[in-house]
């Protein structure tokens, strides 16, 4: 028994051998060819962002997209094709789910038929892994051998497994926590045979002991519920005492509760991905040469409004900018319009005026009088952080936004 795995078949795929194949199936199916071209602009216009520059995606496939495991389909599928077709070596068994197969060969066949494989494409590269021990795991099936040349099968798990679930001590409605056992119990009479089953099964058991989760009771013939209402779920977060007794309410009125768990602490966090520059709604500022600064706030993206900026100052709307009127007063003056700063990041409107007004005070600029006017209580504290700032010191914290 031998399993083949490609090596990151996603980012490995060939772009225009995965367009040339669809392409060819579409024709052999009467389908429109117009689809061939929608696929090659979706494969095509992919760009990445990392460490605020961009850069083009020549091979291989988007891990988010959502025709990418479409596409990785279509291309082995045809690759499997190809390679059982042309083979020196038929396989006395051959399965594949995306990119992982399993395959019964004779021992000393299976290295020429990893070299098949790899010189089908130079771009889709075999992996392969032996079976140990007379057992090898595909998937989470772990395939065992027998001395009649038989084979059996029962749940495989990574040596790295702790058998960790959720606590059952821990703040769950009932039901979720039922559920985990029931999906183990389910997984194992799913993937065992006959004579793993009840060593499956009483693992499992132990398991959820270990975890303080309730051992799901053995299944009752199926009765026929009478017929109700379809009414519209209710979704509570759940409170243990609060929220419960609520769903046995609203479960005699035929209307079904589903819970949802507290947060995690990874929901409270911010996302890691980079995002766009001057995607953001907030506050910005654009240097002159001459010293000064312009400040504005937009509720949309920074980015618009700098293009917006620089219209106005190509069409000469020295009326409408205070930006194209301090450029066309002397030719000394140049707008470093490459090099946007993002005071801060605001969508709500009244903050980010306050703080455009607080930016306005902190800043040397050729503002206009036409924002939002700080009274002069404000004065003591700007004057504070203009002078810390003046000093550099690294103690500076600016308050004033909090």
Known sequence: MVSFDVQSLFTCLPVEDCISIVSRKLKENDMPIEYADLLKHCLTSGYMLWNNQFYKQVDGVAMGSPVSPVVADIFMEDFEETALRTSP??????????????????????????????????????????????????????????????????????????????????????????????????????????????????????????????????????????????????????????????????????????FKPPKTISQFLPSVKCHIPLQDAGVYKLDCDCGLSYIGQTKRSIKTRVKEHIADLKHRRYTKSAICEHSLDTASHYIRFDKPQILAKEHRFQPRMIREAIEIKKHPNFNREDGWQLPPAWDPIINIIKSKTKHNSPQIKDSIST
């Open 89 to 258: 070596i038929t396989p006395r068994f051959y399965k594949r789910y995306v990119d992982d197969t399993f395959t019964i060969l004779p021992s000393d066949k299976v290295s020429i038929f990893l070299h098949h494989l790899n010189s089908i494409n130079s771009k889709i590269q075999f992996t392969m892994e032996l079976e140990a021990n007379k057992s090898l795991a595909f998937l989470d099936v772990l395939v065992i051998r027998n001395p009649n040349n038989t084979l059996s099968h029962t749940v495989y798990r990574k040596h790295t497994h702790t058998d960790r679930y959720l606590n059952g001590e821990s703040h769950h409605h009932p039901t979720q926590l039922a559920t985990v056992g029931k999906s183990l119990f389910q997984r194992a009479r799913g993937i065992c045979d006959e004579r793993h089953l009840e060593t499956e099964l009483q693992h499992v058991k132990q398991v959820l002991r270990d975890n303080k989760l309730r051992v799901p009771r053995p299944h009752r013939s199926e009765r026929v519920k009478p017929a109700t209402v379809e009414r519209v779920p209710a979704v509570l977060p759940f409170m243990k005492g609060v929220t419960d007794k609520i769903g046995f309410i609203l479960k005699r009125a035929s209307i079904k509760t589903f």
